[in-house]
């Protein structure tokens, strides 16, 4: 069975801060990894994935995420917080049989 | 806007009635995802489509039960209300089988009185 673990379900940061939301996996085969955003009262947006290749993955609104497979992570980082970046973030794990499991989420706060 | 939508927006029924969510996934889409967002259960996976046919199931309930259409788009039908079923229900589509990614639609939001 593959997990996600999302460590901090609320994390908070000044505007222009980095931002870095923690997220380990447990997968018994190759796992593919997505970042998704939900913003107040809307659906889930997706950020990034990993599924093969460069292990350094860029996303929308200038997030990035690195597999590190001996560290079994797939963090997700911004260099500096914009107000708008505040919402629930989502991290997912999946693998040949498609579903998406889901972390229990990172709540990110900005404060100005 | 991910192409995904989903009606209606909200929904407010009583214990022990049946409700139909509707989604109609991406154009080109043939896979179908129905996941329910709860606060103690977080977004867990109910049940997949594909092309029409069942392909996978998750944490689903006898009482919830789902279809996808010729048209591709699907409904999820849940019956013998609780109000423990009170959530948002999300669908989200992806072109077809295989590792892709899902696209979320708005989500219908269940309140069970």
């Known amino acids: 069975a593959q997990s996600v673990t999302q460590l901090g379900s609320h994390v908070s940061v000044s505007e222009g801060a980095l931002v870095l939301l923690r997220c380990n996996y447990s997968s018994s085969v190759p796992p593919y990894l997505f970042w998704y955003v939900q913003y107040p009262n809307q659906g889930l947006q997706l950020l990034l994935k990993?599924?093969?290749?460069?292990?350094l993955v860029k996303g929308i609104n200038g997030f990035e995420a690195e597999f590190k497979k001996s560290e079994t992570s797939f963090h997700l980082t911004k260099p500096s917080a914009h107000m708008s970046d505040a919402a629930e973030y989502f991290c997912?794990?999946?693998?040949?049989?498609?579903?998406?499991?889901f972390g229990t989420g990172t709540r990110l706060t900005i404060i100005p | 806007d991910s192409g995904v939508t989903q009606t209606p927006k909200h929904l407010i029924t009583a214990t022990g009635q049946r409700v139909t969510l509707r989604c109609s996934p991406r154009s080109g889409d043939l896979s179908v995802y129905w996941y329910q967002q709860s606060l103690d259960q977080g977004l867990q996976f109910l049940i997949q489509?594909?092309?029409?046919?069942?392909?996978a199931k998750g944490n689903i309930l006898e009482r919830f039960s789902a279809q996808q259409f010729p048209d591709l788009h699907s409904e999820l039908n849940l019956s013998s209300l609780e109000l423990g079923d009170s959530a948002l229900y999300f669908c989200?589509?992806?072109?077809?089988?295989?590792?892709?990614?899902?696209?979320f639609g708005p989500g219908t939001r269940l309140t069970v009185t």
């Open positions: 997912a794990v999946s693998s040949a049989n498609e579903k998406l499991t």
């Open positions: 990993y599924t093969t290749g460069a292990t």
């Open positions: 489509y594909y092309n029409g046919e069942e392909r």
């Open positions: 989200a589509s992806s072109p077809r089988h295989g590792v892709y990614e899902q696209y």
